[in-house]
Every structure is written in C-alpha cells, then in structure tokens.
C-alpha cells in the first residue's frame, strides 16, 4: 500500500473518530437540557378524579348546583359540571368541612375565605371558557377555583402571595389529581409572564385598580373578572375584555365582598413609578 492511499485511510478513520466525538458531545447536551426541562412544559393531562374524595358528598353537590347557582341563572353546562365534579369539602379545613356546600364563604386560615359557591360559579361562567383555554388566577386561596377551571380549560396557572397556602393548595391539586393546574408562590400583581399570554384571568382578592402586568397578559379575544375596590371601599367585579385590536372594555357586573389583595398593588401609583 503507497504512502498516499495510508494517508487518505487514516484521514477517513480521524473524520469518523471526530464525528462520534462531536455526535457523543450533543448527544449528552441534549440529555442535560431533558433533564433540566421545565415540567410545565411537558404534555398537559387532564383531571384524573381517582381521589376517594371524587365519590364523597355527591347528593350535597347536585344540591347546591340546583339550588344556589341554577336558581341564580348561572346555565354553561360545563360551569356546572364542574361545580358538581370538584368536591369542595376537600378544600376546607377538617373543622369546617360541614359547611363546605353552605351558600356562603368558609374560612380557610390565614385569614382568608374560600368563595361562596355561587361567585365560584359566576366568575367562571364569565369567562366563557373552553378545553383549549389557558388560564390565570390570582389568590389561589385553597385551591378551589383553580380546580373548577381546570375541569374546563386546557391548563390553569395560579398564583398565591401567602407561601403557606401556596404549598398547601399545590400539595391538594397533585393529591386530587389536577395535573392541568399550576400553583406559584409570588404577588399576582406581576402575573406569570413566561406562561403569557392566557386567553382568561380570573382574579380573587380585591384591589383598587387592576394590576398594569395582567392586562398586558391577557390575549387578544381573552376575558379578565376580578373584583376591583371603589373610593368608597364597595367592591365591583369587573369584567374586561381585550379586543382583537388590544382595545379594553371594562364592565362592572355585580356588587361582592372579597379579602383585600396585598403586595404591589397596595402600594400608591406614585411609589410604583419610582
């Protein structure tokens, strides 16, 4: 064999050698970034409702659904489905679990309520969702609301100030099997800017005016209800809509009482600006 056909043979062994080289080297990159990938971002399923607490209390759930929010014309049939679906005893605290299908509020701790039934209802009614919506909620609360959404969009991301609740309502949601709900401790104020924009927002403390961030969050075509506080402390829920051009139309639709929301929009205007 001549010198030059050893040269050419060795120059094509090199090549092959660097190539695996190179190819092992993105091989194990690609792995790194797998395992680093946010869960988030892998595929959404939805409720799987093989929780005991699924079969507990059914008849006091129709019941309520009857009475406390067909009686009120709250009607999307897929409100209503999921307000018989979610059981809600599970969401209050054990001493309070007999109140669970009150038509009222229930305390929850930290001096926070879960909402009336009825409101539950109405603000999601509001929403006009569907099982393609993505949606926002600020005040996670126990995690109720939450769960109520997530029986009818895609996916819900959720938001809670009080760390405690935070993990206690993400520790719930896994248990129940809502696999399509996503807690985050942080102020609602600033939304969740990585997982924007989200055809609805849905908003569960008060505040005096409504947060810069979300209406920024909201898709064109998306729907925002939220309570929002008056100069003479009476709270309105407020339903906005964001048009296809980004033009906003607010609307106050009814009269209600929720927990204040705390954090940045507490704050005066001035001292945002600085």
């Not at 609301?145 to 935070?166: D, K, R, S």
Request: with cysteine; glycine share 6%; hydrophobic share 40%.
């Amino acid at each position: 064999m001549d010198e030059r056909n050893i040269l050419t043979r060795l120059a094509c062994v090199l090549s092959a050698v660097v190539f695996m080289a190179i190819s092992t080297s993105e091989i194990c990159v690609i792995s790194a970034a797998e395992k680093k990938k946010d869960p988030n971002e892998s595929k959404i399923l939805p409720p799987d409702h093989n929780h005991p607490a699924f079969s507990q209390r059914i008849e006091e759930r129709a019941k309520m659904v009857i009475w406390q929010i067909q009686a009120r014309d709250v009607n999307d049939p897929n409100v209503l489905k999921a307000m018989r679906i979610v059981p809600r005893h599970a969401f209050i605290p054990t001493d309070q679990q007999r109140y669970a299908y009150g038509d009222h509020p229930v305390p929850i701790g930290y001096d926070q309520t879960i909402s009336q039934p009825y409101i539950v209802a109405f603000m999601t009614e509001a929403l006009k969702l569907d099982p393609n919506d993505k949606v926002l909620e600020i005040g996670t609360g126990s995690g109720y609301q939450a769960a109520v959404c997530a029986e009818i969009a895609q996916e819900v991301y959720t938001i809670e100030i009080i760390e405690g609740l935070a993990k206690s309502a993400k520790k719930l949601l896994k248990e129940l099997g809502y696999r399509n709900a996503f807690v985050r401790a942080g102020d609602g104020y600033f939304g969740w800017p990585e997982k924007a924009p989200f055809d609805a927002i849905i908003g569960t403390a008060a505040a005096g005016r409504v947060p810069p961030p979300l209406l920024a969050q909201l898709k064109p075509g998306g729907r925002m209800i939220l309570p929002v506080e008056g100069r003479l402390g009476f709270q309105y829920l407020v339903l906005i809509t964001k048009d296809e051009k980004g033009n906003l139309h607010k609307e106050n639709v009814m009269p209600v009482r929720f927990v204040p929301m705390t954090g940045r929009v507490a704050k005066p205007e001035e001292t945002e600006r600085k």
